[in-house]
Antibody, heavy 122, light 110 residues
């Protein structure tokens, strides 16, 4: 069974660093062509792509957030981790991880996690 | 402000057809495949269309996609109340080296 599950703190304080983990099963991120992305959605707003890591460890980031984001993977644990520094209330959102079975410019997200809501508040 | 432009909302009666547009530029839609996602209320997005016009096996053929130049279109025929959802287009932007989404379109089935 192929699944994705996001985990992390539900509440973080402003200026803190957020660490989110996506744990997956049913496939391997070491398989050629696989990639994982993080995508977020503020309440009532649109989807916003944040970062992607490919099977060969290539990494890509949102241009507006790249100074605050780091994406990494632990293939042995089937996990992808996203860290976001200097959190602000505007970063309050549901954070999703999503899989692409294809890398490069013609990837698409064929599997999504349920998402985890992160609230930024003091 | 999203890189891809979608209408905020569309509506139609049950059984009717609706189209949702997605406009971009040469660096994104113009040179790369477009995919579409359906987000039912309170749930995660789900892949609806990939490679401009391909459907995953579980998606009914009431849903279709097309692309021309720097625009893409999602079509839904035989509308059902269960199709009420937010719909997002997305693609890779070669200039940004980043994925971009549209701002989303809320479909209301009257």
């Amino acid at each position: 069974q192929v699944t994705l599950r996001e985990s992390g703190p539900a509440l973080v304080k402003p200026t803190q660093t957020l660490t989110l983990t996506c744990t997956f099963s049913g496939f391997s991120l070491s398989t050629s062509g696989m990639s994982m992305s993080w995508i977020r959605q503020p309440p009532g707003k649109a989807l916003e792509w944040l970062a992607r890591i490919d099977w060969d460890d290539d990494k890509y980031y949102s241009t507006s957030l790249k100074t605050r984001l780091t994406i990494s993977k632990d293939t042995s644990k089937n996990q992808v981790v996203l860290t976001m520094t200097n959190m602000d209330p505007v970063d309050t959102a549901t954070y999703y991880c999503a899989r692409s079975s294809r890398v490069g410019a013609n990837a698409y997200f064929d599997l999504w996690g349920r998402g985890t809501l992160v609230t930024v508040s003091s | 402000q999203s890189v891809l432009t979608q209408p905020p909302s569309v509506s139609a009666a049950p059984g009717q057809k609706v189209t949702i547009s997605c406009s971009g530029s040469r660096s994104n839609i113009g040179n790369n495949y477009v995919s579409w996602y359906q987000q039912l209320p309170g749930t995660a997005p789900k892949l609806l269309i990939y490679d401009n016009n391909e459907r995953p096996s579980e998606i009914p053929d009431r849903f279709s996609g097309s692309k021309s130049g720097t625009s893409a279109t999602l079509g839904i025929t035989g509308l059902q109340t269960g199709d009420e959802a937010d719909y997002y287009c997305g693609t890779w932007d070669t200039s940004l080296s980043a994925w971009v989404f549209g701002g989303g379109t809320k479909l209301t089935v009257l």
